[in-house]
């Protein structure tokens, strides 16, 4: 008994390998491996309710993807990101560049002493929520306020210096927005924001 492929199976079968090959020699020619990098902090203490700012020493990527460890993470296109943690313990954080290139580092948050003077503290009107693209306002009620630094959680700069700012987020999900007043880094509000 003899056994014969029938022409067009042989022919479909040949041109399939052909067009796997190449697309396997285009995508090994355009392969660019990943550089090792690292995830720094700027302290090695850190606290509760504090802004920690990670870093990564890499450059040449458009996507950043950070997961703090908290269930809680953020897309940015620069490489660094701000963030605070509401619990002490261990935390993983990962950072994703572009999709592709991962690096972790494992951090220790420790309780933060309570802050004695609550007066000091800031006050603001924060909507619960908003929608990518629309001017959202916010407004500081401390009261003795005469410098105000804003952070939206989408970089690690300050977005605002004024008192009632109006800010439009380029991207959804969860934010971490804080309000320092009158340049006192040892009280400041932290809200987590959608």
């Not at 804003?150 to 690690?156: A, D, I, P, S, T």
Request: charged share 25%; aromatic share 12%.
């Amino acid at each position: 008994m003899a056994f014969r492929l029938d022409d067009n199976v042989t022919i479909a079968f040949l041109v399939t390998c052909v067009i796997a090959s190449m697309a396997f020699v285009v995508r090994y020619k355009n392969h660019t491996p990943c550089k090792e990098f690292a995830i720094k902090t700027l302290t090695n203490k850190i606290y509760t309710g504090t802004l920690i700012r990670f870093d990564a020493d890499v450059t040449g990527h458009r996507d950043f993807e950070w997961d703090f460890g908290d269930n809680e993470s953020s897309h940015s296109e620069v490489n660094s990101a701000v963030h605070s943690y509401d619990r002490p313990g261990e935390y993983v954080v990962t950072l994703k560049l572009d999709d592709r290139c991962m690096e972790t580092t494992t951090i220790f948050v420790q309780q933060a002493a309570e802050v004695i003077d609550q007066s000091r503290m800031p006050h603001a009107i924060i909507p619960e929520v908003t929608e990518v693209g629309k001017p959202t306002s916010f407004t500081d009620t401390t009261a003795g306020a005469n410098a105000w630094e804003w952070r939206f959680g989408e970089n690690e700069k300050v977005d605002a210096y004024v008192k009632n700012p109006v800010y439009s987020f380029r991207q959804p999900g969860w934010k971490t927005i804080t309000l320092t007043v009158n340049g006192n880094n040892d009280a400041v509000l932290v809200k987590r924001y959608l």
